[in-house]
Structure formats: C-alpha cells, structure tokens
C-alpha cells in the first residue's frame, strides 16, 4: 500500500474519531436550520407574511392567517423537538408536512427539488431516531438492521443528492466542466453507497464553499429583495449539508456497496 493512502485513511478516521460525539448535534443543527429561520421570519414578518399569502392564493384573511400559524406552530414546534430530542419522530413528520405546503405553493423547479433534498435530509434523522431507540437492547442479539430504517437511509441519501442537480453549471468553461464532474461523481458515490462517508464528507466541504460564496446575503442591504433570495437559498443549502453530516455520522446504512463489501 501507499503510504500516503495509509496517512490520509489514518487522518480521516482520526477524524471522524474525534467528531463522533458532536457531529450528530451539529448535523441536527444544521439540517433544521432552514426550518427554524423561516419559523423565525415569519414571526417577526406576521403581517407581510400573511398579506403575500392572501394576495397570492386568494383565500381571504382567515386562511391566509391560519397558514402563517400553522408555519410557524409547526416549524419552531418540530425545531425545538427534534434539538430536545424529544419525540422526534412526530416532529420530523410535521416538517414533512410544511414541505408539502411549500411545494404546494412554489412554481419553481429548483425549489421543488430543494425541498425534495430536505425531505431526504428528514428521511435521515428518522433513520437516527429509530437507530437511537433500538440501543436502548444494545445486549440483546439482533437479527440485522431493520429494513424500515436501512430504507429510510437509501431514501434520504437519493433525495439529498437532488440537491446537486440544481447547482451543476451548464457552461463551457473548464472550471465549471471539472467542478460538474467531480460533483457527479461524488454524488453518484453517496447514491450508490460506496466510500459513503469520505464522499459525503467531501461533498459537505464543496457545499460550504459554494454556499458562503454564491449565498452571501449579509453582503446585501436588508431592504433589497435579494438579500431575501439568498438568505433563503443559504438556509437551504446548509439543511442539505445537515443532512450529509447525518450520513458521515450514520454511515449509508444496509442498502449500500459499502455494506454489500463486508459479505463479499
């Protein structure tokens, strides 16, 4: 073997060594990060909120009121859930629900793919809330990993690769042609399964990078519509890395190459 492969595997299991006691609490933050913001916003935008509602959909005052509400119970209630980690299933079934009403009322598809991405992130952090019950038998022998949960984790990890499709760059430049086939090939690494953890780890680094450097709302007046747009997007983004800090931290579960080399 190399031994500068040696090192470097040596550093990224130190690595992941290390963080393995937080990494969990920080992917949780980052992942409901979007959801906590937008509660936040519409607390303190009530009346413009609920004005855009009314104005866009046509539903009159009462709805209209009732839908920024039900926003704001539902995405404080369910961040605040899962940070506690109390009763964390029901949570991440109530932002399930606030997705389905944004992509409801979103025309665009990139947006709709977004939130597909943070639906995989969900998908994950049920995953880690079942795996989290089950250790309370630690001793007791177990028959394998349970097919709902090793599901779940293939589910979250397809979804959460979405979020990649809207940032390939269609131009003819070789930055943009080297940065579109490095970023397919790590995403097709996650999807699949394979070398899941260092993929996901990778990815979650291009993802911060991209997202302090295209999403940089604090660099635009507040009174500016973009600074909105990009607020919103960088909120987004770091939900997605959430959710790919939860497959470093979880690994890719039972439906994965990773876990099918262990039997060959």
Not at 73 to 82: A, H, K, N, T
Request: proline fraction near 3%.
């Amino acid at each position: 073997s190399n031994p500068n492969d040696l090192f470097s595997q040596s550093s990224y299991l130190d690595f992941l060594r290390v963080t393995k006691q937080y990494l969990p609490h920080l992917a949780r933050l980052c992942l409901i990060s979007t959801f906590l913001e937008d509660g936040i916003r519409m607390w303190f935008q009530w009346n413009e909120q609920r004005d855009y509602i009314e104005a866009t959909w046509s539903c009159g005052y009462f709805l209209a009121t009732c839908f920024v509400l039900l926003n704001l119970i539902g995405q404080l209630g369910g961040c605040v859930l899962i940070l506690s980690r109390n009763f964390v299933q029901y949570a991440c079934f109530g932002l399930f629900g606030i997705i389905a009403l944004q992509v409801n009322t979103t025309a665009l598809l990139y947006k709709v793919v977004i939130n597909l991405a943070l639906g995989g992130g969900l998908l994950l952090l049920l995953a880690e809330s079942r795996s989290e019950g089950k250790s309370m038998f630690a001793g007791v022998p177990s028959m394998g990993e349970s097919s709902p949960k090793q599901y779940m984790q293939l589910g979250g990890r397809v979804l959460l690769v979405l979020m990649f499709m809207t940032l390939l760059h269609f131009d003819s430049n070789f930055f943009s042609i080297l940065q579109n086939m490095v970023g397919t090939a790590l995403i097709i690494l996650v999807a699949i399964g394979f070398k899941t953890k260092l993929a996901a780890l990778t990815l979650v680094v291009w993802l911060l990078a991209i997202n302090i450097y295209f999403n940089a709302f604090w660099t635009i007046p507040a009174y500016k519509p973009m600074h909105d747009f990009l607020k919103y997007d960088f909120f987004q983004t770091t939900s997605v890395i959430g959710g790919l800090l939860l497959v470093v931290a979880l690994g890719p579960g039972g439906v994965s190459m990773d876990e099918k080399k262990k039997e060959w």
